[in-house]
């Protein structure tokens, strides 16, 4: 069984900053993407930043500059360096990896249950 598991989130005022991780664990065989996804409230779920195992990088155009992605791969988590959080970034922060386990010959998407970020002064 495979589980994510988000830390990091909470309250933060307008300029500040927060890191948010993202530990998978469980019977996993190796780990493709990872990245982060965020949902406020009454919108849907959009892609945040996204990272591969070779370390390429793609992040949606709100955050770029002010977000950064990275992963251990040795720990099989990643992180989301959070700079100059807006109001507007409040929202509820989930991580999504596509694992493979033993004995599958390809990758599933997993989610962590997510992490509340909230921008307010």
């Known amino acids: 069984q495979v589980q994510l598991v988000e830390s990091g989130g909470g309250l933060v005022q307008p300029g500040g900053s927060l890191r948010l991780s993202c530990v998978a664990s469980?019977?996993?065989?190796?780990?493709?993407?990872m990245g982060w996804y965020r949902q406020a409230p009454g919108k849907q779920r959009e892609l945040v930043a996204v990272?591969?195992?070779?370390?390429?990088?793609r992040n949606v155009d709100s955050v770029k500059g002010r977000f950064m992605i990275s992963r251990d791969n040795a720990k099989n988590t990643v992180y989301l360096q959070m700079n100059s959080l807006k109001p507007e970034d409040t929202a509820v922060y989930y991580c999504?990896?596509?694992?493979?386990?033993?004995?599958?010959?390809?990758?599933?998407?997993?989610w962590g249950k997510g992490t509340l970020v909230t921008v307010s002064s």
């Open positions: 999504k990896a596509d694992i493979r386990v033993p004995g599958r010959d390809y990758a599933m998407g997993y």
């Open positions: 990272m591969t195992s070779g370390g390429s990088t």
């Open positions: 469980g019977s996993i065989f190796s780990i493709n993407d």
